[in-house]
């Protein structure tokens, strides 16, 4: 079974829209951080946005003022809203928790932004 499962991947043009989503599995417990990475070919995977429990963000300064990260702390999920959308946003996302003893990573979910 699946620890994190991701959704909401997809083509989109430039400056368009999608919201990605991933939930944990109920059995992760005491989740500290949830986050976004994301890897574009050739490149190193890089962090695009955290969350932490009590709702402190961090983001990439590649995307402040266009991406906002939120959670659900009763259902563990976590979603991306990813507005403005630019070509250099093509990447395989990833969702990351961090809980007390183990880190899990999603499966990725790929963003591809092109007209």
């Known amino acids: 079974q699946a620890q994190l499962v991701e959704s909401g991947g997809g083509l989109v043009q430039p400056g368009g829209s999608l919201r990605l989503s991933c939930a944990a599995s109920?059995?992760?417990?005491?989740?500290?951080?949830m986050a976004w990475y994301r890897q574009a070919p050739g490149k190193e995977r890089e962090l695009v946005a955290g969350?932490?429990?009590?709702?402190?963000?961090n983001y990439a300064n590649s995307v402040k003022g266009r991406f906002s990260i939120s959670r659900d702390n009763a259902k563990n999920t976590v979603a991306l809203q990813m507005n403005s959308l630019k070509p250099e946003d093509t990447a395989v996302y990833y969702c990351?928790?961090?809980?007390?003893?183990?880190?899990?990573w999603g499966q990725g979910t790929q963003v591809t932004v092109s007209s």
């Open positions: 969350i932490t429990g009590d709702g402190n963000t």
């Open positions: 990351y928790v961090q809980a007390s003893f183990v880190n899990y």
């Open positions: 109920t059995t992760i417990f005491s989740i500290r951080v």
